[in-house]
């Protein structure tokens, strides 16, 4: 995890949050946030991410459409989750 936390990390300083090598490492490190179990980590990296990739790739790219179904699968299998929650991810 934590070498995914850095990448991402030192590839947002280097490239900035709209470049795809960015957009990448902020899914991979989601990713592993998600099977980790720590849905509130990935969730909220992925509150700040998907406005970006919305915004640089389009509402139907397939980074947008990527992002966006992790992020429900992340509330999905958050047993915290409430039900604006799972709303949200829809």
Same mark, same amino acid.
């Given at each position: 995890?934590?070498?995914?936390? $850095?990448?991402?990390f030192r590839t947002l300083k280097l490239l900035?949050?709209?470049?795809?090598?960015?957009?990448?490492?902020? +899914? +991979?490190?989601?990713?592993? @946030?998600?099977?980790? $179990?720590?849905?509130?980590?990935?969730?909220?990296? @992925?509150?700040?991410?998907?406005?970006?990739v919305r915004r640089s790739r389009g509402e +139907?790219?397939? +980074?947008?459409?990527?992002?966006?179904?992790?992020? #429900?699968? #992340?509330?999905?299998? $958050?047993?915290?989750?409430?039900?604006?929650?799972?709303?949200? #991810?829809?």
């Open positions: 995890l934590e070498m995914y936390r $850095d990448v991402y900035g949050e709209e470049h795809k090598d960015t957009l990448l490492e902020a +899914n +991979n490190y989601s990713t592993a @946030l998600t099977r980790l $179990d720590r849905f509130e980590e990935a969730r909220s990296l @992925l509150r700040k991410t998907i406005p970006v +139907n790219s397939e +980074n947008t459409l990527r992002m966006r179904g992790l992020y #429900a699968t #992340a509330v999905y299998l $958050d047993e915290g989750a409430t039900l604006d929650d799972l709303r949200e #991810a829809v």
